[in-house]
């Protein structure tokens, strides 16, 4: 296995994965696998109770996937997951936070191709053998 | 010690990494993983353990509601995104909350308040010989060796002796983790009895002075180990 450090993307904070696993890369890896195996369902779920206009289930689906950012070091994620929880806390309606819940959406999808595109890299790293 | 636990918790990520912390302390025996509250139950309906990590927030019923209906008292870890689980911690008796994600360290303190827990320690040689109730305005003591069981009356218990009952505003749950483990056990969720005056054992119940008792499943196994069978 490589023992130079990986490099992850500037927007997944390093020392919350060292924190979390040390430098135990090929854990992070089944970490991150796992992670995408079920983002795309939390997601749809979170656009399905968005379309239906459901503020609670909006709150139930951005609560389920706010750890989840923490677990792959998406620390500003899982802010924004949280800021948006307290916002449909308080919401009268769909209208106070579709915006909002608009913008979460647009981040879900670019946090996935964060995670997919360091995963794919992780892998690699992880398959090779120093010199 | 190794200390059985389930993990309940639908969010596969934090199950795995659950999962990896137990492992690594080689302190923790998984006996299962659960999604939901449901499944849960069935199986500890069935299987006795020392140790529940529990989400609060899964799909259909709350964590809460699994602790209500399992027929013994486990220690319970809460893993949630939350901290405004204060009462119901409080009132379930949770040992420890960890906030996802948690750092195996915190993790690990976690476990430690548990062991702490289960291992009868404090006790003097031979466990403390009497308690104190407090009924009728007074402090009355009663000896372990005169006490044969303890039944729950919903908010109280009714301590019985070999010539008194007492009826004391407690629950079994709170006796359980207070009486001396060695002369005591729980029977089932509404009994803990003194195991030296059990005078027979049959397949649901026991029976201790002409009076039966009955035995949960959960609880069948541990009662036969206690006993001195030749």
């Known amino acids: 296995m490589n023992t130079i450090p990986f490099q992850f993307d500037r927007r997944i904070d390093a020392s919350i994965l060292y ?74 309606d769909m209208r106070a936070i579709y915006p909002d819940s608009q913008k979460l959406l647009r981040l879900f999808k670019q946090s996935k191709k964060i995670i997919e595109a360091d995963l794919q890299k992780l892998s690699a790293y992880n398959n090779t053998t120093p010199e | 010690m190794i200390i059985s636990c389930v993990i309940i918790e639908d969010l596969a990520v934090a199950a795995e990494y659950l999962k990896k912390c137990c492992e690594k302390s080689g302190e923790l025996d998984v006996k299962g993983h659960f999604t939901n509250v449901n499944d849960a139950a069935v199986f500890l309906n069935d299987n006795m353990v020392d140790l529940l990590f529990l989400d609060v927030e899964m799909p ?80 009355v003591r009663l000896n372990n060796d005169d006490l044969l069981f303890i039944e729950s009356m919903g908010d109280y218990v009714r301590f019985v002796t070999n010539d008194r009952k007492y009826v004391v505003h407690n629950t079994i749950k709170n006796l359980e983790e207070k009486m001396n483990r060695q002369a005591f056990m729980k029977i089932h969720r509404s009994y803990i009895v003194n195991i030296q005056k059990v005078d027979n054992i049959r397949e649901n119940g026991l029976f201790i002075r002409g009076t039966e008792l009955p035995i949960s499943k959960a609880h069948r196994a541990e009662v036969i180990q206690r006993i001195n069978i030749i």
């Open chain 2, 60 to 139: 259909g019923e709350s964590g809460f509601t699994l602790l209500d209906q399992i027929p013994f008292s486990p220690k319970v870890i809460l893993t949630t995104s939350k901290e405004d689980y204060a009462y119901n911690a409080f009132e379930y008796n949770v040992t420890d909350f960890l906030k996802k994600p948690f750092t195996y360290q915190r993790f690990l303190q976690a476990v430690n308040k548990v062991s702490a827990l289960l291992e009868p320690v404090g006790q003097p040689e031979g466990g403390d010989d009497h308690i104190f109730i407090k009924t009728e305005g007074k402090l």
């Open chain 1, 19 to 92: 924190s979390l696993y040390e430098n135990d890369y090929l854990y992070i890896e089944e970490i991150f696998t796992t992670t995408l195996q079920h983002y795309d369902a939390d997601v749809e779920a979170f656009e399905t109770h968005q379309q239906a206009g459901s503020v609670e289930g909006l709150k139930r689906s951005v609560h389920k996937l706010k750890p989840v950012f923490g677990f792959v070091g998406m620390s500003v994620m899982q802010e924004c997951c949280q800021a948006f929880e307290e916002k449909c806390a308080v919401a009268a």
